[in-house]
């Protein structure tokens, strides 16, 4: 549905301007970079600038403002179609219109001024013809909300019942923060007692399995697994802006806060770092429980007699939930 895990980095932005009023001022190009420089207090050397974290930190600065938004507007040649606004930090997107006047996709930009860069997603854009679309993790109301204008037929197949055993540990979030807190040698070793043999298929994150072929975000078309006891780590969040981006395209309160609180999905109910907004929250549980199915999948449990061990707290559907404790108190 969407392309949220692309990067910018702020010295990009400075080429790109180049690149603008390359194109715009021609053979006044020299004389014109360095009046830019001097208006933005930035560094000009083999006439190129030097746009660093200070300058765009600056929310007063609207002449850079101006002109970067204008060069991720114009670039057609960069990736930078894109809207910057003028306060650091600032997450927002834009509805834009094709040649044709027709809403098209959506330009959406979050600002990292501390790691100098600049996250984006593009809405991508379903074509106006009829499509059948398959999907074990589909959620009618996204779909309504993200084709909008558009007759929409749901279908929904009854889960079938897998061959093999889910088995799910839901005692710890085991967010990235979390696991880095705890240690992940300490949680595999635990995850090993648990197993009761040495762990050889793991679903992580992928600063964790930096030499797997498979982790989370990586997780789909992959049978290495098939048939096999897996175990799979962690919960798959993604970092707030990326959702926030999404709702604000689809019309909800992308400024709605995370916070713990206890809430439910299709399934259970339960205590979980979410939206107090609906909209979002099933937005949030639509990306985390597509991660996680696909993550579960590699294994195939409806054709093979394996297991699956999951350690985190979004409880998934079919899953023998087991809340016994399973880290020593002395990590703590």
Known sequence: MTDCDATINLYDVS?????????KDGKNYARKIKQVGNKLNVAVEDNLLRIHRKVYADC??????AMTSNILVNAEDSSFFYVIEKNAGYTGCKREKNQNNNTSAVRGIHVDVQNERIDYFKAKVIPGVKMTIVSATLNEELYKR??????????????????GRLIQYTTHSMSRSNMQ?????????????????PVKNVITFKMYTANAGI??????????YKGKDLVVIGTPHNVPFVYRLIGAYLGYDAEDKLSVQFTENRYYSFKFMTFKDENMRNLQFYFIESELEQAIGRARLLRYDCSVYLFLNFPCRQANIIQDEYLPDNIF
């Open 146 to 163: 993200f084709c909008k204008g558009r007759e929409i037929h749901m279908l929904e197949v009854p889960a079938a019942e897998y061959r």
């Open 60 to 65: 007063e600065n609207e002449d850079f403002t």
């Open 15 to 23: 080429s790109s301007l180049q690149a603008f009023i390359r194109v």
């Open 215 to 224: 982790y989370y975000g990586k997780t789909e078309g992959y049978n290495e």
């Open 181 to 197: 807190e705890i240690g992940y040698d300490q949680i595999r070793k635990c995850v090993e007692d648990i197993v009761r043999e």
